[in-house]
């Protein structure tokens, strides 16, 4: 069994190849081998400094950040430790030292 990539629109695995497309008989969507690469490269989540971030790395916050519904401040230059990215607003899930779980923007990070 041939190994096509999952619809981008509806995720059925059900995926053939037909000419230069790829097509799902789920959904009836059409793409191309390029817009399969480029949404995976699209899907790469990066730091404010275009470094690739992975699970579990540490990262540097690079300026101060408030934080919503609180009095608080996260510093820049505060390490975050094991970070777990999320496909969401924010991407990165962490703790913070002194302030507990939250959210944070890759934008606002650099890998450490």
Not at 16 to 23: E, I, Q, S
Not at 46 to 74: C, E, M, Q, W, Y
Request: hydrophobic letters at 35%; proline letters at 5%.
């Amino acid at each position: 069994m041939s190994e096509f990539p999952p619809c981008p629109t509806c995720q059925s695995t059900d995926t053939y190849h037909d000419g230069t497309l790829f097509v799902c008989p789920a959904c009836a969507h059409e793409w191309t081998e390029a817009d399969a690469q480029a949404a995976a490269e699209a899907s790469i989540i990066r730091d404010a400094n275009g470094n690739p971030l992975a699970d579990g790395d540490t990262v540097t916050v690079i300026k101060d950040l408030k934080v919503k519904g609180s009095s608080l401040v996260v510093k820049g230059g505060t390490k975050v430790k094991n970070i777990r990215l999320v496909d969401a607003d924010h991407d990165i899930d962490c703790t913070i030292p002194g302030i507990g779980s939250m959210g944070l923007k890759s934008e606002f990070v650099k890998k450490a």
